[in-house]
């Protein structure tokens, strides 16, 4: 099993006050050392570093260094890799805004998501976000709730 990996994960995973915390770390850890490929996007990293750099958002910001830091191992891990936008990925974009009724608002960070999502194949988002259950086709696997799918 393999696929993108949201930033609520990443968030749980850096904050150790979140009740979640164990479980992304436990999580995080199985697929670094996993044969299987994780996807991030461009959008899920600088979400990260949005919140964990921002002092009214997160309880205990980090510099921009810490952040990174906390990142790299998964940037430079061959079983990470960053997903892109290619030259038909408005072609998708639009597929998907068509099948819901009045997106708007922050719902469009994960309508980018569920798009470069099925332009590159990617079937299953690991996340705590209930809003990708509203996009046809993308399995929501909640690492932080249910038991890890490596035991």
């Known amino acids: 099993m393999a696929g993108i990996i949201d930033t609520n994960i990443l968030l749980y995973a850096v904050n150790r006050d979140a009740e979640e915390h164990p479980r992304a770390v ?3 850890t199985a ?3 996993s044969h299987d490929r994780w996807y991030f996007t461009e959008g899920i990293l600088y979400e990260f570093f ?3 750099t921002h002092p009214k958002v997160f309880d205990r910001p980090l ?3 810490e952040a990174l830091q906390f990142l790299e191992p998964f940037l430079q891990s061959p079983n990470f890799d960053i997903v892109h936008a290619g ?3 408005w072609e998708f974009l639009e597929h998907i805004l068509s ?3 009045h997106p708007s608002g922050n719902l469009f960070f994960d309508i980018r998501t569920a798009a470069l999502m099925r332009e590159h194949g990617i079937r299953e988002i690991y996340s ?3 809003d990708f259950l509203q996009f046809s086709g993308i ?3 909640n690492p932080v709730k249910s038991p890890s799918h490596f035991s």
Do not use: P
């Open 128 to 130: 705590a976000d209930t």
């Open 139 to 141: 399995k929501v696997i």
């Open 63 to 65: 510099t921009w260094r």
């Open 50 to 52: 949005r919140v964990t």
């Open 87 to 89: 030259e038909k990925h």
């Open 26 to 28: 436990d999580f995080l």
């Open 31 to 33: 697929a670094g050392t």
């Open 99 to 101: 099948e819901l009724n």
